[in-house]
């Protein structure tokens, strides 16, 4: 099926994305509605549009723990997806993904760090988590870069180096702290458990990022053919790498910031939206957005429903229903 | 203004220098093509030219400027590149592949469409195919397509059908030509020096990071140039008004025999070149001028005897061959068919071998001698080697010098 649409695109790209923001509200809408404390569909419109009433302890669930909860999934999915479409395009490396930048263990080592000397979660943990992410940005940015040229195998591999070095940093601090294990790892799984107003809030500031990307759609192509070539067709290459990774690293800095590492959506999504509509980077990347919220806004749906009371970390979601997927993948791609 | 201009150009991969203090101009409406060995610098000199590498002296001007001052965008409406071979891992149509060479002409009004230069290329219908479904010579066509939308003033093409078939060489080289009878400069390195005889007039030759010559092409390939830049021996032949190259295998240590063919009407010339090639000291004659054992030994330089085109031998042509062989070891009569024209030969053979010398014939004389008396005169030669074939006479030349040179 996917075949048939992706050698028609041109036919077909006006549906395919009317089916998929259907599918989104859909989604969203769903997850507005189950819970703990059940929302007939009737009442998510209500409560949306009448606001949030102290009256009605419904209410004030829906709009203290689910709205932002998944107003913030939303996001993160989004963030997730197109950084991983962007550094796989830059990269060209199909293994690409957002935790290639060594930005989420930059930020999880902050994030340790933080639990580490007993700081309140709010707002330090993400405070802390997104110093991390960010110094590291700067770090792999410097290894990177030589006579202002960026070196995308350098950068591959600075930031897969940093990577086992902020694990190793982070396996000593657990050992010497002891009881905090346990909330260190249920960070490190990735969770919007808990997550609130708050955190949108810091999340705000991926809507601006997930623009940058399409100005240089028509770059990301052109960059498929190798960096060589790119530059004899014209295309300022070392200006794009530069814009593209520090936009791609801050998305993951902040997604990882409120909700820990959540795998395989930045994998998996650009690889879904490839085949859906082709390496076309400027549909590409409005898919995977569409895509990578409507995974995670389900998949925290999952997260919260599938062992109700308790729940599971919602990177165990993605990564569960993920793999498979992606195995399936590749089994069905011909080379 | 010199389209594109290298001043005393160097430069060097970490300190391996690749090219060294080239100076070139390449004028608007050029038609030069760029040769020399593996190695020599070619492609680092297109890469100069494109402002992809920087020299490290000297300067390379397009239009006058730097071409390190151009913005990407401005130097790919300038230059386009066609590389060698092109990969794309990703599933793009064809067309869209094209349309990538709009890139440096985008947002601008009245921007042309890619159609008319498909049209052109004879690739329409190919265009909505998935690139990498596509021949690699179809490819082609359209990696040269993309380099056309970029609406260039130079195409600098790298090898740019050394992977096709001998078809799509030519269509793509018909096609360089037709573009620059419209004016677009092209500059094309290229390994195949005959497809270069075929197509250019100019030439510029590479060796060792060097210009070595430039010019036109027919002295720029030159023998000698040929001989100390590719160090191979190479024959210049003409003909029906087109020039092209042959080459000698790589000559075997000099086998110090000399050896005297007696030919003639191209009995001759296939088993001078091996022996050549062999690395016998091989001279000629008599043959008649225009023959094709005459035009074989002048092109692979021997000493030969030649008389007047259709002439009987002369005497004093017939004396000039016995001084000639009277220095070589060993004397060939190939299978030439012997007339009252060249009975002399005949008569030559028999003196050499009274005077001494070890005499090979073909056999069979019986069936090409229309004078009734050449079997007669060679029925008496002593001690005449007979071999069927011009493989019996290698190897019978093969165990002369090696008896002789133990």
Known sequence: MFQEIRANRDKYTAWVFAVTVALLLLSTFAALAVGPARVTPGKVLDYIFTGRSTGDPVSVVFWTIRLPRIILALMVGAALALAGACLQGL???????????????????????????KLPDIPW???????????????????????????????LLAGVTLSYLFFAIQAILLIKSGNDVHRVIYWLLGSFSGRGWNEVKIALVILPLLAVPFFFSDELDILLQGEERALELGVEVEHVKRVLFVVAALLTAVSVSVSGIIGFVGLVVPHLARLVLGPGHRR??????????IVMVLSDLVARTAFAPSEIPVGVVTVFFGAPFFLFLLRRRPG | MALIRLEGASF??????????????????DFLCMVGPNGSGKSTLLKLMDGMLVPDEGSILLGGRPASQYRRRDLARKLAIVPQSYALDFDFTAREVVEMGRYCHRGEAGARSVAGILDRLGVVELADRPFNELSGGERQMFVLAQALAQEPEALLLDEPASHLDVSHQLSIFDLLVRLNAEGMTVVCVLHDLNLALLYFKEAAMLYEGKLFAAGAIEEVLSPDSLASVYGVEAQVHKHAGRAYLTFSPRRRPARKLKVHLICGG?????????????????????????????????????????EAPFTTITEDAYRENIELAGSADVAVLTAVPIGSGNLKNVNAVRELADGGMPVLAIAGIEGRDFTEEASGLLAGVPKLGLVSSDDEAVG????IWESSSC
Not at chain 1, 91 to 117: E, Q, R
Not at chain 2, 396 to 399: K, P
């Open chain 1, 91 to 117: 990269l060209l490396n199909p293994l690409a993904d957002p935790y290639v930048t060594g930005v989420s263990s930059g930020a999880a080592l902050g994030a340790t760090v933080a639990i580490f000397i």
């Open chain 1, 125 to 155: 943990l993400t405070v802390f988590a997104m110093a991390g992410g960010l110094l590291t940005l700067f770090a792999v940015y410097g290894i990177a870069t030589r006579h202002g040229k960026m070196n995308i195998y350098r950068l």
């Open chain 1, 284 to 293: 590409m990347l409005m898919l995977s957005i569409l895509f990578g919220s």
């Open chain 2, 12 to 29: 060097s991969y970490d300190a391996v220098p690749a090219l060294k203090d080239v100076s070139l101009d390449v004028e608007k409406g």
């Open chain 2, 266 to 306: 191209g009995t001759g010339a296939a088993l001078m070149r091996r022996l050549v090639d062999l690395g016998y000291f091989v001279s000629v004659g008599v043959v008649n001028a225009m023959d094709t054992d005459e035009v074989t030994a002048r092109e692979l330089g021997l000493p030969l005897v030649a």
């Open chain 2, 396 to 399: 019978a030349l093969e165990e």
